[in-house]
């Protein structure tokens, strides 16, 4: 399996924050990891913590966490379709209505973590079956170029991302009690 980092000719540069936040190693042991790390820090919060906003305007951790998910789902059609040679460009999308429309607020942070564990699982098994030859194909997705390979260190990297504001910016300032 190819496990060195996209070239950052291999993905737009608006995804490098993504990718420089995936550590070295072996993919697919970093997604595993992450889903680990993301039911440890949810895993005890209460629902109303789950509903907690560090600043007016900002997601509520669990739309943080169903935007993930939604991410995830959409990343992974990416890889898939290209990784199986499709060269039809993929359309973007906007992560703001997806949260909007995506009633993550009404439903319990617990079957939120399973969705994301579902989505995260099926991930891994997607990168799990990929030959050489297909981590190096190539397809556009948002008009913008980019590899199966940059794809999976994308979907790790914005996980890793959120997962940092969650740990920065949300919990530090939970009310207690």
């Known amino acids: 399996m190819t496990q060195n980092r996209p ?16 550590p070295d190693g072996e993919i697919v042991e970093t997604l595993e990891a992450q889903l ?12 109303k913590g789950a ?4 600043a007016v305007g900002k997601w509520s ?11 995830e789902r959409i990343f992974a059609y990416r890889l898939l379709r290209i990784a199986r040679g499709d060269q039809t460009p993929l359309a973007g999308f906007e992560q703001d209505d997806y949260v ?11 079957e ?3 969705e994301f564990t579902a989505a995260r699982r099926t991930t891994i098994a997607l990168v799990q079956s ?8 190539r397809g556009v997705a948002n008009q ?12 790790a990297g914005h996980e890793r991302h959120h997962r940092v504001v969650l740990q920065e910016r949300y919990f530090p300032a939970l009310p207690r009690g």
């Open 7 to 22: 070239q950052a000719s291999e993905y737009a540069p608006y995804y490098e924050k993504y990718v420089a936040q995936v």
């Open 36 to 47: 680990r790390e993301m039911k440890l820090l949810l895993g005890a919060l209460s629902e």
């Open 112 to 114: 939120l973590l399973e």
């Open 100 to 110: 909007k429309t995506g009633n993550f607020s009404a439903r319990p942070l617990a």
């Open 51 to 54: 509903e907690f906003r560090y």
């Open 130 to 137: 990929l030959d050489e030859a297909a981590w190096l194909r």
């Open 61 to 71: 951790i669990k739309e943080v966490l169903g935007h993930i998910s939604d991410t």
């Open 144 to 155: 913008k170029e980019i590899s199966v390979r940059a794809q999976a260190f994308i979907i």
